[in-house]
């Protein structure tokens, strides 16, 4: 999991390459580096962030890189770009090289020399083997042995060109005038150009600053289609908020109702089944929760959720579903996984992703886009409520079609959910009630989060939010399972936020804040009666909705929560450590 970038034209390849890795940024920070043709082939990497690097050294044509460690601990050895033994070919690799040891050992058989403990180390030495003064014949022989995933971008110091490789690792190519882009991301040169070709699995791509030649791994040419992103530059930039995780908190409101626009306008998916599984991982994987209970309760059909990780291990039962796999980047390896294995039986299947052109868009039957624009911040927020929107729309529809609501439940469900857009922007009027929350619990260690229902996986969120961008330690647990255990460890002045909807929860969770309360617990709750205050320490209101959409006020509250404690405690919101936006490792 890394990104990676290439530049050819007439531009400073220096200043592209940094600005296209700033933009990256959030794909991985543990080293960072550049490799440019300036008569020879330079190099410049290093531990660490992209702003360590020093160059003194241009060009207008070069590959940059941000890591991810998978191989080889976070130093300056194991930075990329690598090179061959010659010192004129310079490679870029996200991915991993399954097969790398064998290969090595083999190449160093052969007389090469290694420099790190990197799989992708391998690909420079590769295309050394091979080139007799052609880099495209070269890189060709060289991808053909490699097993794993990768996305690739290579240089050799005697040509103009560049050669790049995808196969379950994203690659985008920007096309401008006279120049051309590459990178794992399309914000990465979306100042330059919004005129974009995504590559697929298998294909390989030439490229010199007037042509872009693609071929399948075989070396057939492949006619590919430019595609005109309208995001703009602006989209993927901070906009004036502080950090990139605020911008899209801030953003929900827009990005709900596009994604429901979107929805609304294209063609009915007509699918068949008695039974769903989704598959998701992380805050996806929170979002898929909340749908199962929102699809059972509209379609009275059993909907199974799995970590992505963990599909692989459920024994193939005699059983027919619709697998639905949610991932915002379209990019995370264990939802991937689940959908090649959901694909080899021959399940249908559905995909919900924010990234068009993503890799699951290749393993599924259908594909549902959420329109959340590019989300930078490593914690998903906007990404998170347009898999809400999507998953209650498929609900609503399917019970529509299936004739189980009425027309008049339907337009009031619909209607309901087309207000969400605005119940979150009630939500933001929360806010200064929300930062003195956040005092409360920024001098704390450890805090629990709990819910039924529908706000259970929403408690879960809440706590990985938190966990994830302020490192307190935070749980999510079912109201009703914390005498089962866990309320042993409530101490004196503990926060425990409790979601209490006005619903059929309403009474229990009622119950069990008095129970955490008797303990000394510092109960915050979320809820839109404000007779909640008489029962806890702390309430914060949110907006009056039809319960069964209270997931989305209850979901941006939190959010704004652990930013506020985030920051308080002065963390690296957007690119909290050890996390990177999209995992592309198993
Ligand atoms: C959440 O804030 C995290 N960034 C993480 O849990 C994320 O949701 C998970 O890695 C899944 O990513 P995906 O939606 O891109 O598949």
């Known amino acids: 999991m890394c990104g990676i970038v290439g530049y050819i034209g007439f531009r400073s390849a220096r200043e592209v390459l940094l600005n296209s890795l700033k933009k990256l940024e959030y794909r991985g920070y543990d080293s960072a580096g550049v490799a440019i043709i300036s008569e020879e082939l330079k190099i410049e990497k290093k531990k660490g962030y992209i702003d360590n690097l020093k160059i003194d050294f241009d060009g207008s044509v070069g590959i940059g890189h941000t890591r991810w460690a998978t191989h080889g601990i976070p130093d300056d050895r194991n930075a990329h770009p690598f090179t061959d033994c010659s010192g004129k070919i310079a490679i870029v690799h996200n991915g991993i090289i399954e097969n790398y040891m064998e290969l090595k050992e083999k190449l160093i058989e052969e007389g090469h020399q290694f420099k790190s403990d990197t799989d992708s180390e391998v690909i420079a030495h590769l295309i050394e083997k091979y080139y007799q003064g052609n880099l495209k014949d070269a890189f060709f022989k060289a991808i053909s042995h490699l ?110 109702d596009d994604t429901l626009h979107s929805l609304i306008s294209r063609n009915e998916i007509g699918m068949d089944f008695e039974k769903i599984v989704i598959v998701a991982c992380g805050t996806s994987y929170h979002a898929g929760l909340t749908g199962k209970y929102v699809l059972e309760n509209l379609l009275h059909i059993p909907v199974e959720v799995y970590y992505g990780s963990e599909y692989r291990y459920r024994a193939e039962v005699n059983d027919s579903y619709l697998a639905i796999f949610i991932t915002q980047s379209g990019e995370t390896a264990d939802t991937l996984a689940a959908a090649k294995r959901a694909k080899e039986i021959g399940f249908p299947s559905l995909g919900i992703t924010n990234v068009v052109g993503s890799s699951i868009t290749n393993y599924v039957d259908h594909v549902l886009y959420t329109y959340a624009g590019p989300e930078i911040g490593v914690a998903a927020t906007k990404t998170f409520t347009t898999q809400l929107t999507t998953l209650y729309y498929f609900a ?89 255990g866990p309320i042993a460890l409530i101490s004196n002045g503990m926060p425990v936020i409790a979601l209490v909807p006005e619903d059929s929860t309403y009474e229990k969770m009622l119950s069990n804040v008095k129970e955490v309360s008797a303990r000394n617990a510092y109960v915050i709750a979320l809820s839109p009666n404000e007779d909640v205050e008489k029962y806890v320490d702390f309430l914060i209101r949110v907006p009056k909705t039809d319960p069964l959409f209270s997931p989305f006020v209850n979901a941006v509250a939190l959010q704004l929560l652990s930013y506020h404690t985030a920051k308080l405690l002065g963390r690296e919101i957007d690119k909290p450590k050890n996390l990177a936006k999209s995992v592309t490792v198993e």
């Open 147 to 256: 097993r794993g995933s990768f996305a690739i971008v290579a240089i050799h110091a005697d040509e103009r060109k560049i050669m790049a490789a995808k196969k379950d690792s994203p690659l985008v190519v920007g096309i401008g005038d006279h120049e051309k882009f590459l990178a794992s991301d399309i914000p990465a040169f979306l100042s330059y150009t919004n005129r974009v070709m995504i590559l697929k699995d298998g294909e390989v791509c030439e490229v010199t600053e007037d042509m872009v030649n693609v071929y399948d791994f075989s070396g057939k040419k492949i006619e590919k289609k430019i595609e005109k992103i309208n995001w703009s530059a602006e989209d993927a930039e901070k906009g004036g908020y502080e950090h990139f995780m605020l911008k899209e908190i801030y953003e929900q409101p827009r990005a709900i």
């Open 396 to 484: 609503i529809n399917s019970a529509m079609n299936r004739g189980l609501i009425s027309k008049t439940k339907y337009r009031e469900l619909m209607n309901t959910l087309r207000e969400m857009a605005h119940a979150v922007e009630e939500v933001f009027e929360e806010e200064e009630k929300i930062i003195e929350a956040s005092k409360i619990i920024a001098e704390k260690e450890h805090m629990f989060y709990i819910g039924r229902g529908l706000n259970y996986p929403i408690a879960l969120e809440g706590a990985l939010k938190m966990k994830e961008i302020s490192y307190i330690h935070a749980e999510g647990y079912p109201a009703g399972e914390l005498k089962h």
